[in-house]
């Protein structure tokens, strides 16, 4: 990846981290989909920490100008899916990321394993 991209997709992983997500996976899905670039995949070992994580996730990525087009999931917790254009981030309750398997869906995508390579 190139410094640019590696900056982009820096302060979605920030996010996502400021919270303690667990099991992240960042998917480089371009050529797959044309609904975004990148998925950001993570859990949370409970509904509230789904929730607490979702919160965190839009209030740092505004601070930086970042606002989401569609937010979806929040109150129940189990799968909040935000949707940033480029980047999607799914946040999941750690028992349905399993059942829904979005990383066997999108076998085809790039995983990324760490920004800097």
């Given amino acids: ?16 981290m400021g919270k303690k997500a667990i099991d ?3 998917l480089d899905v371009r050529g797959l989909t044309s609904i975004a670039d990148f998925f950001i995949i993570c859990s949370g070992s409970s509904n509230r920490q ?3 994580i979702a919160e965190f996730i839009q209030v740092d990525l505004k601070k930086h100008g970042i606002k989401p087009l569609g937010i979806e999931g929040v109150k129940e917790g189990h799968w909040v899916l935000i949707d ?5 981030i799914h946040v999941f309750y750690e028992p349905l990321r399993s059942f829904y398997d979005l990383e066997g869906l999108w076998t085809d995508a790039k995983r990324i394993e760490r920004l800097g390579n």
């Fill in 1 to 16: 990846m190139t410094n640019d991209l590696d900056e982009f997709l820096a302060h979605y992983v920030k996010a996502v």
């Fill in 50 to 52: 789904v929730m607490a």
């Fill in 84 to 88: 940033y254009g480029h980047v999607i």
């Fill in 24 to 26: 992240l996976v960042l």
